[in-house]
């Protein structure tokens, strides 16, 4: 399978290869050389930032203390992903925006090579904000570079025999997932965001952010791993 961009890529990279357990600078350290070649080529690329373990530990820390409620989780997870997104920033500092996307239209279009986005709003995760800033950007697609290489149709982990997807609707994708948002949700794509890329007709790629092989051979409209949801 391969895939041809034309336009900005949008990125959303997940909290869970930037911040796993604690920042991870190796894969920051191959990220940032990885990404070199493509700027070099003249490509915008605009990253997503997830807050990953931040989020978790600070939601878990909270919730030992005291009731919380969604919306002060979400806020939680969305300072997480700002800290993060200022971390890519700054290592990208040279040739990035310096001001960080979170919230809707702060940014009519990326004029530097790279330009970094946080989360927005209670209600959503990162995976929205890259399909909403895809939309928003004339960007047919969003390339969620999270853990999972593909689309299944239940959890693999548990289903040893669950079938995956190169190629998926969203009519379909959506009922494999929840119907509503929740804090700490893990699905390929969030119900929001899902909601969105119907709505709008944008593409989500669906790839192991972790192999950057695989992700150049995207880049490169080469033969690559994952699933097109669209």
Known sequence: MKYAFRNTVVVALGGSIVHPDGIDVRFLKDFKKFIAPFLKKGMKFVFVIGGGTLSRRFQEAAEKVAKVADEDKDWIGIHATRLNAHLVRTIFREVADPVIIDIRGKIARPEHPVTVAAGWRPGWSTDYVAMRIAADFGADEAVIAGKPAY????????????????????????????????????????????????????????????????FAALLNGKEFKGTIIG
């Open 151 to 214: 689309v299944y149709d239940r959890d693999p982990g548990k289903y040893p025999n669950a079938k995956r997807f190169d190629e998926i609707g969203w009519a379909a994708y959506r009922k494999l997932i929840p119907a509503k948002w929740k804090p700490g949700l893990h699905a390929p794509v969030d119900p929001v965001g899902a909601k969105l890329g119907a709505s709008e007709r944008v593409k989500a790629i669906i790839i192991d952010g972790r192999n950057m092989k695989n």
